[in-house]
């Protein structure tokens, strides 16, 4: 089946997506007053232009597969992390809160520990609470919880 090459994520005021006419670019719009409006995040797009948003593309040396927001916890900013799942099996990920705080959109973090995958999504862990991660999928049947790569690379909240 075709996976999403884009997503809208309503807590972060932001729009990603990637044009049938290059895959090789995820285009990220944050729009500042949806993403105020969540207060509970405590963010300001310090960069917004005069219409109320920002704007960057991301460009990537393989084709985009598949796009996804997820992460680890249970905080309503908690899955912030952007995952692009390129042609060649390798993922890279960005932490959304992290980069709007910082001012810092330069850099998706490929996790190297990671090949031959098909497939990356949220995982919903069912304890005394819920709880998520993401997990990815390798085309021989394996599948990673990336709960403790996300947090050795610094990427959770």
């Known amino acids: 089946y075709a996976k999403p090459l884009s ?19 995820l285009n990220m719009t944050i729009y500042k007053d949806k993403l105020e409006k969540n ?50 099996g390798s993922v890279h990920c960005l932490n959304l809160y992290n980069a709007i705080k910082n001012n810092d959109f330069n850099n998706f973090t490929k996790l190297d520990e990671l090949e031959d995958i098909i497939e990356v999504g949220k995982l919903e862990k069912v304890t005394t609470e819920r709880y998520f991660s993401v997990y990815a999928a390798r085309k021989d049947g394996k599948f990673y919880d990336l709960e403790d790569i996300l947090k050795n690379k610094g990427l959770t909240l």
Do not use: P, R, W
């Open 7 to 25: 997503v809208n994520y309503e807590i972060f005021g932001t729009e990603l997506s990637v044009s049938q006419n290059n895959l090789k670019t």
């Open 39 to 88: 207060n509970g995040l405590n963010l300001t797009l310090e960069n917004a232009n005069e219409h109320g948003y920002f704007s960057h593309d991301f460009n990537f040396d393989s084709n985009i597969k598949q796009v996804c927001m997820g992460g680890v916890g249970q905080a309503s900013g908690a899955d912030c992390i952007i995952f692009c799942l390129l042609e060649d």
